[in-house]
């Protein structure tokens, strides 16, 4: 047959003993591993950069000590002064 557990106040302190040693147990392996774990996401990010870094220093097409002089585009669009007119208000006591 099957055991029925009743909830008793020894039941109740082992359920909350297992709570503060699991929370604990966590908070210590958090400090133990905290800093190995930072370190790593670190050196990954740096590396992440360099990577980008050393993209965007390749696809420059330009030699070093050479200067490139870009000129701004004409633009062909013509503004159209004559438009409306200019009203001067009074103002009124």
Avoid: R, W
């Avoid at 302190?13 to 297992?18: P, R, S």
């Avoid at 002064?81 to 200019?86: A, L, Q």
Wanted: glycine fraction near 4%; hydrophobic fraction near 40%; aromatic fraction near 12%.
């Amino acid at each position: 047959m099957t055991e029925i557990h009743q909830a008793g106040p020894m039941n109740f302190i082992k359920t909350i003993l297992i709570i503060l040693i699991i929370y604990y147990a966590f908070k210590f392996f958090a400090k133990l591993f905290a800093p190995y774990l930072m370190k790593k996401m670190a050196d990954k990010m740096q590396q992440k950069a360099e990577q980008q870094f050393g993209k965007s220093k390749q696809e420059s097409k330009v030699k070093e000590g050479e200067t490139v002089i870009d000129k701004k585009p004409q633009n062909d669009k013509k503004s159209n002064d004559s438009v409306g007119e200019y009203v001067d208000f009074e103002e009124i006591d």
